[in-house]
C-alpha cells in the first residue's frame, strides 16, 4: 500500500485546521470518503480535495505534501501512524500527539508539541515559540515523548514542560525551560536570556555556557553516570546528538531557579 | 522459587566486584538467610547500560515478596554505599519490582528522576557524587536446589573436584550457586532429632558415621562435598549440572573421585527433579 499523501494544490487565504487529518481518524475511509471531510479555515469550510490532491490509501502512513505554514493543527492528538510533512508546518503541530511519528522537512510555527504526550516529532528546520509547551492558561506541557529540532528554537522553549525530551541542534530562544515541572531539554547551540525562568525540577543540558540568571546556583564541576545512558538512547536518532563524538558526561551543575523550588539544574558540558 | 537479576557498575571490576560480594553475602540458604544470591559473572565495559565495568548478581526467595525486601535491603546496604556504584535492572521482562524505587528516599528530596528511552532511573546524590539506580528490575520464576554431591577418597581431592566443577560451571548463563565458593560441606536432611529444627546434617553421607548410622557411604570414601545451583529454569540446573559433574569425571578415580551422587530427599522436596544419569546422557 502507498502512503495516503495529501498534496496542497492551492494557497488557502486562511489559516487551515488540519486536525481531521491523522491517521486513527482515516482508518478505514475510502478516497471519497476523505475527499468529503471538512477542513476549518477562518469563518469557512473546505472540502479536504477543494485544498488537496488525494493519492494513495495507507492511513497509517501519510504524507503532506507542498505543505505551507497555514496548515495548523497537522497530527493533533495523533494516536499511532506516521505523518510526513513536505514543506513547512504551521501551528500546534503535533499538538497533544498521543503515540506515533511525524517528521516536518522545513519549519514550524507556534506551540510545536504542546501538550504532546508520547511519540516522535522531527523538525529539520526552525520551530516558533512555545515548542513543547502547555497552551495558554494550562499548567502542564508535555508530559513524555522526544522532540528534535534540527535548526533553531523560539523562545519559550519547554514552558511548563512536565516530561519528556527535547532536543534542539540549533540555538533557544529567551526564557527556554521556564516554569518546568521535570523533563529534559538539550540544547547544542546558545540559548537566550533568562534561561529556566522559574523552573521547579528537569534538566537542560547545554554545550555553550549560558546567561544565567542570580536565582542558579553554581554546584561546581562533575562526572554525572546518567549522561552516557541518555547520549547512548541518542543514537537511534537521525541528529547530531546520536553522533558519540557530541557527549559528555563532565559538566558543570547549577541549581535553579531559587526563586522556585530549586530542584532543577542545568548541566554546561565542561 | 522467585528469582530476579541486578547488573551491578563501578568505576572499576574491584568496585564492581567488592558491591556485588557484599549484596550477595550471607545468602547461602532460604532456611536461615530469607534468600539465596550469588554473582553470576563479570560483565565488560560494553555489556553495562553505562559503559563501565560491571557484575551481574542473581538473588532467588521462596515469594515474591521475600525477594522484593531482600532485593531493597540488600541494594540499599551494600551497593547504595558502595563506593562509585551504580544498581541497574537485570530481567527487562517479568513481574517489575523496587530498585531504585524506593531508594530514592535516602536523597531526601534532592532525588531527581530521569526516565530514558522507557526505562525511569533515579539520581541519588551522595557524597562521592550521585547513585544511579534503575527505578524497577524483573522478577521470573525459577528454580533452586539443583544440586549433586561429590563423594571422594579425601577432603582435599573432594575440594579439588568441586573447584573444578565451579569453574566450568561459573561459565554457564542464569545460575548461581551460592554457597561459600560454590561448595557445601555441610549437605542437610530434612527434620531431625530436635523439634526446633527442620533441617539437620545429612548423616547418611557424613564419613565419620560411617559405623554408627544408616550410612550411603562405602567404606573408601573420608569426604563428600556438595554443589548447589540455582537457576532461571531446569534446563539452566541442567546445563551447569552436566558441565560441573563432566569437570569432576574428568578427574576420575586418580584423583580419587569415587561416585557423583545427589541430596533427593525421597524424591519430596519441590517440585522439580534432577536425574543425573538423564543429565549426563
Known amino acids: ?270 | 522459587m522467585k528469582a530476579t537479576r541486578a547488573i551491578i557498575t563501578a568505576q572499576n571490576e574491584k568496585w564492581a566486584m567488592i558491591a556485588a560480594q557484599t549484596m550477595t553475602g550471607f545468602a547461602t540458604s532460604v532456611i536461615a538467610c530469607g534468600c539465596e544470591a550469588g554473582i553470576e559473572r563479570v560483565l565488560s565495559p560494553d555489556e553495562t547500560p553505562d559503559g563501565r565495568a560491571g557484575v551481574s548478581v542473581m538473588i532467588f526467595a521462596m515469594g515474591g515478596k521475600g525477594l522484593a525486601k531482600q532485593l531493597e535491603t540488600r541494594a540499599g546496604q551494600c551497593v547504595l554505599t558502595s563506593p562509585t556504584s551504580a544498581l541497574f535492572a537485570g530481567i527487562d521482562g517479568g513481574i517489575r519490582i523496587p530498585l531504585g524505587k524506593n531508594l530514592r528516599y535516602f536523597g531526601d528530596g534532592f532525588q531527581i528522576a530521569k526516565k530514558i528511552s522507557g526505562k525511569r532511573y533515579w539520581r541519588i546524590p551522595v557524597m562521592d557524587g550521585e547513585f544511579l539506580a534503575e527505578a524497577t528490575t524483573g522478577q521470573v520464576d525459577a528454580v533452586g536446589g539443583g544440586n549433586f554431591l561429590v563423594l571422594a577418597k579425601s577432603q582435599p581431592q573432594a575440594l579439588a573436584a568441586c573447584e573444578a566443577a565451579i569453574e566450568a560451571m561459573r561459565k554457564m548463563p542464569n545460575v548461581i550457586m551460592p554457597f561459600p565458593g560454590g561448595v557445601v560441606r555441610s549437605g542437610s536432611k530434612v527434620g531431625s532429632k530436635y523439634k526446633t529444627l527442620n533441617a539437620s546434617t545429612n548423616d547418611a553421607f557424613c564419613p565419620t558415621l560411617k559405623g554408627a548410622t544408616k550410612t550411603d557411604l562405602s567404606p573408601n570414601i573420608e569426604s563428600v562435598m556438595e554443589i548447589v545451583i540455582d537457576g532461571l529454569s531446569k534446563e539452566d540446573i541442567d546445563n551447569a549440572m552436566r558441565v560441573g559433574i563432566q569437570a569432576v569425571c574428568d578427574l576420575g578415580a586418580e584423583n580419587g573421585i569415587e561416585r557423583i551422587s545427589a541430596g533427593n530427599y525421597g524424591g519430596k522436596l519441590g517440585p522439580f527433579h534432577f536425574h543425573l544419569q538423564e543429565i549426563m546422557a
Open chain 1, 1 to 270: 500500500m502507498s502512503a495516503l499523501t495529501f498534496t496542497l494544490k492551492t494557497q488557502p487565504v486562511q489559516r487551515v485546521d488540519m486536525s481531521p487529518l491523522v491517521c486513527q481518524q482515516l482508518q478505514g475511509l475510502s478516497i471519497a470518503d476523505i475527499a468529503a471531510l471538512e477542513l476549518h479555515s477562518g469563518k469557512r469550510k473546505f472540502r479536504v480535495d477543494e485544498l488537496f490532491t488525494i493519492d494513495g490509501s495507507d492511513a497509517q502512513n501519510i504524507v503532506i505534501k507542498n505543505s505551507i505554514e497555514k496548515l495548523d493543527f497537522i497530527g493533533k492528538e495523533l494516536d499511532g501512524g506516521t505523518i510526513t510533512v513536505e514543506g513547512d508546518a504551521g501551528a500546534y503541530l503535533a499538538m497533544s500527539m498521543k503515540t506515533g511519528e511525524i517528521k516536518v522537512s522545513g519549519n514550524a510555527g507556534l506551540y510545536a508539541a504542546c501538550e504532546m504526550k508520547n511519540g516522535y516529532l522531527e523538525v529539520s528546520g526552525n520551530v516558533g515559540d512555545f515548542l513543547g509547551a502547555a497552551l495558554p492558561g494550562n499548567k502542564m506541557g508535555m508530559k513524555g515523548g522526544i522532540i528534535l529540532v534540527k535548526g533553531n528554537a523560539g523562545q519559550r522553549v519547554g514552558d511548563h514542560l512536565r516530561r519528556g525530551l527535547i532536543l534542539i541542534e540549533g540555538n533557544a530562544g529567551d526564557y527556554c525551560g521556564s516554569r518546568m515541572t521535570a523533563g529534559t531539554i538539550a540544547v547544542m547551540g546558545s540559548t537566550g536570556r533568562y534561561l529556566g525562568y522559574a523552573m521547579r525540577r528537569g534538566t537542560l543540558l547545554l554545550w555553550n555556557a549560558p546567561q544565567l540568571s542570580a536565582s542558579f546556583n553554581d554546584c561546581g564541576a562533575h562526572t554525572l553516570a546518567f549522561l552516557p545512558i541518555l547520549f547512548s538512547s541518542f543514537k537511534s536518532l537521525n541528529s547530531k546528538f546520536a553522533d558519540a563524538s557530541v557527549a559528555f558526561n563532565r559538566v558543570q551543575r547549577y541549581a535553579g531557579d531559587m526563586a522556585e523550588i530549586g530542584q532543577g539544574e542545568v548541566l554546561v558540558k565542561r
